[in-house]
């Protein structure tokens, strides 16, 4: 399959691909003058491309043709409370490979997790390099990740025409969705998963409770789990 590289912009003619991405291609796929690869950009836009010239640093394609890439439907936003360290990463890199087009990371009463300041920001750069790295990889769109921001914020802002909340009492309320719905919210709790408040505050705020099965998954798992049975039903 032909490698692609991610870059902030893209338009027919030389493109300079340097950092991450010149790594990517160059010394992990060890990529040649000539070879072909693919190009995209966080508009959506796709090129075709060819390798013109490899410096240890930096690198020079040619891009023959920009096209616009398909968007997937629906549009998938996930609700990802915190969760500790590496697993918060490993749920986002899934996130990316799966499809989710956005991932807004959301405080809930219990989380172990707290950020503030200059490390949330921090800590939301990260989690957006992480999750770059798997869309190129995988191939699929760049998910914005924002916050974190309070679950009420994070529920006000919500504009999905069809929204859920991961709930592992709702057993009678398999997760489900109009086939021909726009764009799906799913909302995700914490280790400790999501108060009752938190979930009435959620149901006023037009999610319904759904069940993603007998078991009960891990914080970092629900997510994924569910918008890869979203993406994956939808096609």
């Known amino acids: 399959m032909t490698p692609r590289a991610l870059v902030d912009a893209l338009a027919p ?9 010149h790594h990517y291609l160059f010394r992990v796929r060890r990529l ?7 190009v995209a950009d966080a508009d959506g836009r796709v090129g075709s491309a060819r390798v013109l010239s490899i410096a240890a640093d930096t690198a020079v394609v040619v891009v023959d043709e920009v096209r616009p890439a398909p968007a997937a439907i629906p549009r998938i936003t996930i609700l990802q409370a915190l969760i500790k360290g590496e697993r918060m990463e490993w ?7 799966v ?24 800590r939301r750069a990260r989690l957006e390099q ?12 760049v998910p914005t990740v924002v916050g974190p921001m309070s679950l009420r914020d994070a529920l006000a802002s919500t504009r999905a025409a069809t929204r859920l909340v991961c709930h592992p009492a709702a057993m009678d309320q398999p997760m489900g969705w109009p086939r021909d719905t726009a764009s799906v919210a799913i909302l995700v709790g914490p280790e400790g998963g999501l108060t009752a408040d938190e979930v009435d ?21 629900a997510g994924v789990v569910a918008c890869a049975h979203v993406r994956m039903t939808a096609r």
């Open 130 to 141: 992480v999750a770059r790295a798997a869309a190129r990889q995988s191939r699929q769109a």
């Open 32 to 38: 040649t003058i000539g070879d072909p690869i693919e």
């Open 201 to 221: 505050r959620a149901v006023a705020a037009g999610f319904q409770p759904a069940s993603l099965g007998a078991g009960v998954l891990r914080a970092e798992t």
């Open 99 to 122: 499809g989710a087009d956005e991932i807004v990371l959301i405080d809930t009463a219990r989380a172990v997790v707290r950020l503030e300041g200059d490390r949330a920001e921090a």
């Open 13 to 21: 003619g030389e493109l300079v691909i340097t950092g991450d991405e």
């Open 91 to 97: 749920c986002v890199e899934k996130l990316a490979e």
